[in-house]
């Protein structure tokens, strides 16, 4: 129903920023909340940010600390995630989630999922 393609990602030194957008197909991308996860090697993947259907709502997870921006453009089927103030623990694949349900926490059920996106931050 639903397919999510990355882009952005990519090497940046540590306090630099990037921007990444997930691209959704489907013409009901409003019907579905939108999120942001990430693994990093050797590690669970955890959440990282959330957005509910018309964008009114956000959610981020608390290592977030205000330096990223989720939020969506429905007219355009794209979420994207603003990242300042990088720090090379930031470092991981990006995943981009979609899903009828919220998506505000690690738990939170993902019906699908983007192919990912690499962000490498140097310190």
């Known amino acids: 129903q639903v397919q999510l393609v990355e882009s952005g990602g990519g090497l940046v030194q540590a306090g630099g920023s990037l921007r990444l957008s997930c691209a959704a197909s489907?013409?009901?991308?409003?019907?579905?909340?939108m999120g942001w996860f990430r693994q990093a090697p050797g590690k669970e993947r955890e959440f990282v940010a959330g957005?509910?259907?018309?964008?009114?709502?956000?959610y981020y997870a608390n290592f977030v600390k205000g330096r990223f921006t989720i939020s969506r453009d429905n007219a355009k089927n794209t979420v994207s995630l603003q990242m300042n103030s990088l720090k090379p623990e930031d470092t991981a694949v990006y995943y981009c989630?979609?899903?009828?349900?919220?998506?505000?926490?690690?738990?939170?059920?993902?019906?699908?999922w983007g192919q990912g996106t690499q962000v490498t931050v140097s310190s």
């Open positions: 989630a979609a899903d009828r349900r919220s998506i505000n926490t690690s738990s939170s059920p993902v019906g699908y």
């Open positions: 489907g013409r009901t991308f409003s019907s579905y909340a």
């Open positions: 957005i509910t259907r018309s964008g009114s709502t956000t």
